[in-house]
């Protein structure tokens, strides 16, 4: 049973079948823009760990410079050293599995990248997921699904196709119930949606038959299909809110990107709007 109240603030129970986060299978086969090589590469286009199958570039992103801070958030000043591609751990470090260093391929190996023709770049950090089994789920504290990958500066655009340049991104306290929001994925391409709920805690499922408990995510109408993991989540007028990470037939579940900027200590736009 799920409390009428927690710490003052009241809950409520959201119906949303079974969320899944998982790579692509052969309904979502086929020539598509977003399953090709690009380089430079946009956000929308796939990309994957060398032995997943394959998900979605969000964006560039590069190390939050000297004088940057995560709380409160604070932009820094300098040159960023490196430059980065972001989307899910289980896209790019294979849920938890991968090392440090291996290699990312664009496209995805589902879309036909292999090594060393397709090598985008190297997984450089991410996030670890704790699952059950072995961790019971009352005792998870996930947050965010999340990685990024080093790659050259010039092969990766910080340009979302059929989005285009993110203007800024949203504290997730400015994200409430009812904002209409938009996507470009490697599967379902464009799609809009709308945040239905804010703070949610959500089951998600991951390959094997692992299970992941998420606390303080967002929820929004069906706008995704598998293959579209990572995929940036904007505002209409191109304001980032967060990172899609798994779905259900009625559902999506996004990260805030104000928390994968805390975690992953990177800048994902100049604004914060």
Same mark, same amino acid.
């Given at each position: 049973?799920?409390?009428?109240?927690?710490?003052?603030?009241?809950?409520?129970?959201?119906?949303?079948?079974?969320?899944?986060?998982?790579?692509?299978?052969?309904?979502?086969?086929?020539?598509?823009?977003?399953?090709?090589?690009?380089?430079?590469?946009?956000?929308?286009?796939?990309?994957?760990?060398?032995?997943?199958?394959?998900?979605?570039?969000?964006?560039?992103?590069?190390?939050?410079?000297?004088?940057?801070?995560?709380?409160?958030?604070?932009?820094?000043?300098?040159?960023?050293?490196?430059?980065?591609?972001?989307?899910?751990?289980?896209?790019?470090?294979?849920?938890?599995?991968?090392?440090?260093?291996?290699?990312?391929?664009?496209?995805?190996?589902?879309?036909?990248?292999?090594?060393?023709?397709?090598?985008?770049?190297?997984?450089?950090?991410?996030?670890?997921?704790?699952?059950?089994?072995?961790?019971?789920?009352?005792?998870?504290?996930?947050?965010?699904?999340?990685?990024?990958?080093?790659?050259?500066?010039?092969?990766?655009?910080?340009?979302?196709?059929?989005?285009?340049?993110? /203007?800024?991104?949203?504290?997730?306290?400015? +994200?409430? *119930? =009812?904002?209409?929001?938009? #996507?470009?994925? &490697?599967?379902? !391409?464009?799609?809009?949606? /709308?945040?239905?709920?804010?703070?949610?805690? +959500?089951? *998600? =499922?991951?390959?094997?038959? #692992?299970?992941? &408990?998420?606390? !303080?995510?967002?929820?929004?109408?069906?706008?995704?299909?598998?293959?579209?993991?990572?995929?940036?989540?904007?505002?209409?007028?191109?304001?980032?809110?967060?990172?899609?990470?798994?779905?259900?037939?009625?559902?999506?579940?996004?990260?805030?990107?104000?928390?994968?900027?805390?975690?992953?200590?990177?800048?994902?736009?100049?604004?914060?709007?």
């Amino acid at each position: 049973m799920v409390p009428k109240e927690i710490d003052g603030v009241p809950t409520d129970v959201l119906a949303i079948g079974y969320p899944y986060a998982g790579g692509c299978d052969a309904s979502e086969a086929g020539i598509q823009t977003l399953a090709k090589k690009a380089r430079p590469a946009k956000g929308g286009y796939s990309v994957g760990h060398y032995q997943i199958t394959a998900g979605t570039i969000a964006t560039g992103v590069y190390d939050i410079l000297p004088g940057g801070t995560v709380s409160p958030p604070a932009h820094g000043i300098g040159i960023p050293p490196r430059s980065y591609i972001l989307s899910n751990n289980h896209v790019l470090a294979n849920s938890n599995d991968a090392s440090i260093g291996d290699p990312i391929l664009q496209p995805g190996p589902y879309d036909g990248g292999t090594v060393p023709a397709d090598v985008i770049g190297n997984l450089s950090r991410f996030i670890p997921i704790t699952f059950e089994p072995p961790t019971p789920r009352a005792q998870h504290n996930n947050l965010i699904d999340a990685a990024v990958a080093e790659v050259p500066f010039h092969d990766i655009d910080r340009e979302v196709y059929w989005i285009g340049d993110i /203007r800024g991104w949203r504290r997730k306290s400015k +994200v409430v *119930v =009812g904002n209409v929001i938009k #996507k470009t994925g &490697r599967t379902t !391409n464009f799609t809009v949606g /709308r945040i239905t709920a804010i703070n949610a805690t +959500v089951d *998600v =499922g991951y390959e094997g038959g #692992k299970v992941a &408990r998420f606390k !303080n995510q967002f929820i929004s109408t069906a706008l995704s299909a598998g293959g579209d993991s990572g995929s940036l989540v904007t505002t209409l007028d191109n304001i980032a809110v967060g990172l899609l990470f798994a779905g259900s037939d009625t559902a999506t579940i996004i990260n805030p990107i104000e928390t994968v900027r805390s975690l992953l200590k990177v800048e994902v736009a100049e604004q914060i709007l």
